[in-house]
């Protein structure tokens, strides 16, 4: 199967993947236009696109709160944002096929490790910011201690691993659903006989593709959680 790939930009010797860089940027174009024409003239009493916004964040707080519990408050508007943000990125190369003999202009951001890895490194450092800024300098480097001090380098080990399993999560699924997609709809190029096959197993693997598209954005979020919790105070008021 021949394969294209995204075009690229040097700038100051940097190599830029134009296709992702405007994927993302569409990613977030829908993601705020979604949000703003959902919570233009908001009433205490919800109703129709407000109702759609307001479940959504409910979801991703009731989400987080068994692992955040009192701090949920803290941390629900970027649990929110990163959930809605990766929900819309992992659907969006669903939505058509764009490309070229030579290059291809449309795919999930989601798809590429580096985007993923990103979104990974900004729960990171949100991680240990808060693990500092809550506990001190001194009480969050004690953690690694724990439960005893032979531990420390499967502790910060620890670190790294859960860095990089939540983007190869995400990144795993999105690219193999988007490879499937593009075997099934080549195969539905090769032949009219074969057309009207791929056609309703494409339709069968998109619909299974957004679903899996919706859990991963899911597991990141609560997962991310997962790990802000972990370094945060049990027994201290909220601050």
Request: proline letters at 4%; hydrophobic letters at 50%; charged letters at 15%.
């Amino acid at each position: 199967m021949e394969t294209s790939v995204n075009p690229t930009a040097q700038f100051f010797g940097i190599e830029f993947d134009l296709t992702i860089l405007a994927m993302s940027l569409l990613t977030v174009i829908i993601s705020f236009g979604i949000i703003f024409w959902a919570t233009r003239k908001m009433t205490l009493k919800p109703k129709g696109k407000q109702n759609f916004i307001e479940y959504v964040y409910e979801f991703v707080q009731n989400t987080i709160k068994p692992n955040l519990g009192k701090y949920t408050p803290n941390y629900s508007l970027l649990m929110f944002t990163i959930f809605f943000f990766i929900l819309i990125a992992n659907n969006l190369g669903l939505v058509v096929k764009l490309e070229s003999d030579n290059y291809n202009f449309w795919t999930s951001p989601t798809s590429t490790f580096m985007v993923d890895f990103t979104l990974s490194l900004i729960i990171a450092i949100v991680v240990h910011f808060e693990g500092v800024r809550k506990k001190g300098v001194g009480a969050y480097l004690k953690g690694y201690l724990s439960p005893f001090p032979m531990m420390l380098p499967m502790n910060i080990l620890e670190q790294f691993t859960n860095l990089l399993s939540l983007a190869l999560r995400v990144f795993g699924n999105i690219y193999a659903g988007e490879v499937v997609t593009a075997l099934i709809v080549g195969f539905g190029t090769k032949s009219l006989i074969f057309a009207p096959f791929a056609f309703a197993l494409n339709l069968a693997w998109v619909a299974f593709s957004a679903f899996i598209g919706c859990i991963q954005a899911y597991v990141f979020t609560i997962l991310s959680s997962k790990y802000i919790s972990e370094k945060l105070p049990e027994d201290e008021d909220e601050s």
